[in-house]
């Protein structure tokens, strides 16, 4: 399993229709595949009681071990920050800014953001 910045992963699931059978097995594979939790959520059904053992399996992966780290140097442009995440997360050959979103770069790199961590969702248009 590919988790991008090498955080901890957990899956969660709700249901209302699937045996217990299918959901060990759901749980089995996404264990196997690398997540650090799979819990089924019935928080739509029974409230907080149902989304208990989310929150318990959330706090456990927080407050364990992380091999978290960006994509990508901090120290480059947010350009290429931005063709970074394109490639490796949605699997993009490149990207292309409108006029807008180079202005939007041109102003945080002024600010002095530049060696903050980047995300295409600050542009509109998403920006990849």
Not at 26 to 53: F, P, T
Not at 56 to 63: G, M, P, Q, S, T
Request: hydrophobic fraction near 40%.
């Amino acid at each position: 399993m590919w988790i991008p910045f090498h955080f901890p992963a957990h899956l969660t699931f709700s249901t209302s229709t699937d045996s217990e059978a299918e959901l060990a097995l759901i749980r089995e594979q996404a264990l196997a595949a690398g997540a650090d939790a799979a819990v089924v959520s019935n928080h739509w059904a029974r409230g907080g009681e149902g989304a208990k053992d989310l929150a318990e399996a959330v706090i456990a992966i927080c407050e364990g071990e992380s091999q978290f780290k960006f994509l990508y140097d901090l120290d480059l442009p947010i350009e290429e920050k931005i063709a970074i995440i394109g490639k490796e997360i949605y699997g993009a050959d490149g990207i292309e800014l409108s006029d807008l979103a180079r202005q939007q770069i041109e102003t945080y790199t002024r600010q002095g953001y530049r060696n903050l961590p980047s995300t295409p969702f600050l542009f509109p248009g998403r920006g990849v």
